[in-house]
């Protein structure tokens, strides 16, 4: 059961470390610890979006308390992740923390 327990905590770890890797390529971080890559610029919508997005919301919870069919909720989903240069969500929020835009 243990053995069990550690091969999950390092595979947590190994995760971690690897998401931290791809943050590092994506937007390097300077010596003081602030990213250095450019301000995405979203519109009030987009950044609504954003912050629930980074909360785990899915495109349909949060096409659901902003009155917006699922369909819009994915086109600004993204323009949000072309603006940031990202792949997937899990980036976006990343990024968006590490950028302090949530």
């Known amino acids: ?9 390092q595979a947590i770890r190994d995760d971690i470390a690897a998401l931290r890797a791809d ?3 994506l937007h390097p971080i300077d010596g003081h ?3 250095t890559a450019a301000i995405p610029q979203f ?8 912050k629930r997005l980074c909360r ?5 919870q ?3 308390v902003i009155n ?6 994915k086109v600004h989903v993204r323009e949000i992740m072309r603006k940031m240069s990202v792949n997937n969500r899990t980036q976006v929020a990343i990024v968006a923390a590490s950028m302090r835009l949530i």
């Not at 519109?43 to 954003?50: D, G, S």
């Not at 785990?56 to 349909?60: A, F, I, R």
């Not at 917006?68 to 909720?73: A, G, K, N, V």
């Open 23 to 25: 943050i590092q390529q």
């Open 43 to 50: 519109t009030p919508r987009q950044h609504v979006i954003l």
């Open 56 to 60: 785990g919301e899915s495109n349909k």
């Open 1 to 9: 059961m243990t053995e069990g327990l550690e091969d999950l905590m």
């Open 62 to 64: 949060i096409g659901r």
């Open 33 to 35: 610890n602030h990213v």
């Open 68 to 73: 917006l069919p699922e369909s819009t909720i």
